[in-house]
């Protein structure tokens, strides 16, 4: 029985049983036998292994923060740069630990390359898929942050362009009446960018980055030019009185909707998400440590890199053909 129909008949088998029986339906499935039990794994057979072999644990100060796929068999670590700031040590799916080196970084895909200091030259490296755009509903699977599991979704979106976002601060301006030169906050967004640095209602932005703000288009255009995730020194005038804060940007998407439901829900997002040139989304349930990671097929073929969480039933992954076009050049001047 292949992987698919083995999961769907366990699936099924669950919900066949009346409740009559067992309104729990809890005692007739062994642990084993469940969604994420060791029998509905191993029937990925050697798609899961491949999956957990190829994918390596990234951490800094023995702390998890993305994953990695293995590109060369000399031990290079395709990941996703933004998350990976710091990497000091990488782990494989048998436990051994390596430290880390950076080679080189892609900023405009959100890539970058380490390399694993080690005497080995024979790690197992990704297969890349000939075709790496599946159609929406395909079943794909990548490797738990564990690497001792393998989670199953499927497609779940058009493949597209993703724009860019740019960060914003999270407050409402108006050009401030008073004597003092600058931009007057209306109103700040609760547990945005702006709110968590300690900028208030009333307070007149003078400055950003070192820079004099005379009006809203210029604090603007100082802001959106920046990412989610970037650092902005703001000074401002509170009472009288010159403050200044250190305001990390927040996504658009997340500030001004802070109060929809799906979004309180999803728990911590990619610190980048936009601005890739094409994207193939998926539901993965995966948290942010787990991007970077590499996403397979059934035959166990790569067919992109984790790059974005977006929220909890939406993943970004860069497509096979985007990613080879990086990094097949820089791999032939090894």
Known sequence: MNAIKFFIFHQCLIFSISADE?????????????????????????SKEEAVTQTVRLMRNDKLIALGGIIHSDGYILTKASSCIGAREAETSDGKKYPLRIKKRFEETD???YKLISETDSFPILNWADESNQSEGSWVLSAHSSLQEIRVGVTSGTPRKIGREGGVMGVILTTDRSKISGVKISE???????????????????????????????????????????????????????????????????????????????????????????????????????????????????????IARVDRVTIYALPTYIIKEIIDPFLESI
């Open 22 to 46: 067992d309104s729990n339906k809890t005692d007739f499935l062994s642990d084993s036998e469940r969604l994420n039990g060791s029998s509905i794994q191993n029937a990925f057979g050697k």
């Open 111 to 113: 890539l970058a390359v």
């Open 188 to 306: 700040v967004v609760p547990q945005a960018a702006a709110y968590r640095a300690g900028l208030l209602e009333g307070d007149i932005v003078t400055h950003a980055d070192n820079r004099r703000v005379k009006n809203q288009d210029s604090l603007i255009k100082i802001i959106t030019k920046k990412d989610p995730g970037d650092v902005v020194r703001i000074k401002a005038n509170r009472k009288g009185e010159t403050k200044q804060f250190l305001v990390t940007l927040g996504h658009r998407s997340v500030t001004f909707d802070l109060f929809n439901r799906n979004l309180q829900m999803s728990g911590p997002v990619s610190k980048r998400k936009d601005n890739f040139p094409f994207i193939t989304q998926h539901d993965l349930p995966l948290d942010k440590e787990s991007m970077g990671g590499p996403l397979f097929n059934l035959n166990g073929k790569c067919i992109g890199l984790n």
